[in-house]
């Protein structure tokens, strides 16, 4: 909510950006991370922030 809330309200160039993930998705994903983290017994916990990261790239875009 935080992170959405920061995004729906930064404008760049004059143009708006949009935030469209949701925490069903967000919560997949954390399940899927913490299964990986497992399995490589903690080698993925390394790449967990940059799959974050990419998560909230992927869903977030210009308004208009």
């Known amino acids: ?9 930064t404008v760049i160039e004059g143009r708006r950006l949009m935030f469209t993930g949701s925490a069903i998705s967000l919560f997949g994903n954390w ?16 790449w967990v922030g940059i799959a ?4 909230k790239v992927k869903n977030t875009q210009f308004a208009d």
């Open 31 to 46: 399940i899927l991370w913490l299964l990986l983290t497992i399995i490589t017994l903690g080698i993925y916990s390394f």
């Open 1 to 9: 909510m935080v992170y959405g809330w920061k995004v729906n309200h």
């Open 52 to 55: 974050l990261e990419k998560w």
